[in-house]
């Protein structure tokens, strides 16, 4: 059994991301997913609050949060509530890596993963059987149950929601890796939140404006 800090979990910098949709794209190629298809890593955009200008909030001088791109999957919980409630044990959260796997062939399609999951993580095709994201540790809807550890790999294949990432916002590997990528704030944060995914705390509207400006192919060479 893997110690804890060698499963692998996500890294998400919402300061990175573009909202470009790529990560949810490359996902549905590389799974050959229909393009309709439920998807098995969403960015949704928000506009909500106020960043204010100072440490005395003022409403008149803030400035509006708007349109934070949010790039979210399986988050592949240590305490994974979709497998406490599988009445088949088709889904397993891995001792190797940590990763929470379907195995098609057991699964009934009975859908309490879907009601167990906080996230929406779990989809479900045409067949009513669940699918969703394995970190890419196999191709296709159900794979990855028997595939072979990340950590027992010479060089671990990244998800591809993590290689084709234009912004570098999404990372993954073992916990004790993506800790130190991260800020003391967000690795602070993932300890006390229940150790699901480790993400940064937004730093506000101008700096979205210059990683999408630094993103874009005329300031590639910049």
Known sequence: MADRQDHWVFYFDP???????????????????????????????????????????????????????????????HDAPCEEVCPTEAIVKRDSDGIVTIDQDKCIGCKYCGWACPFGAPTYGDNGLMSKCNMCLDQGPGSGAGAESKNE???????????????????????????????????????????????????????????????TPDNAGD
């Not at 794209?25 to 309709?36: M, V």
């Not at 409403?59 to 999957?73: K, L, R």
């Not at 993932?190 to 509207?205: A, D, H, L, M, Y």
């Open 153 to 215: 790999q010479d060089n671990p294949i990244q998800p591809n929601c993590v290689s084709d990432c234009v912004g570098g916002a999404i990372k993954a590997g073992p916990e004790k890796e993506m800790v130190k990528e991260a800020s003391q704030a967000a690795a602070e944060r993932f300890k006390s939140n229940n150790e699901r995914v480790i993400v940064e705390p937004f730093q506000g509207e101008e700096n979205l404006n210059m990683v999408e400006h630094a993103a």
């Open 15 to 77: 300061n990175r991301c573009i909202g470009c949709h790529a990560c949810s794209i490359s996902c549905k190629q590389f799974h050959g997913r229909d393009s309709d298809a439920d998807d098995w890593r969403t960015v949704t955009h928000h506009e909500k609050g106020t960043h204010p200008a100072s440490e005395e909030y003022d409403a008149d001088t803030s400035s509006p949060i708007e349109n934070v791109p949010i790039s979210m999957s399986c988050m592949h919980c």
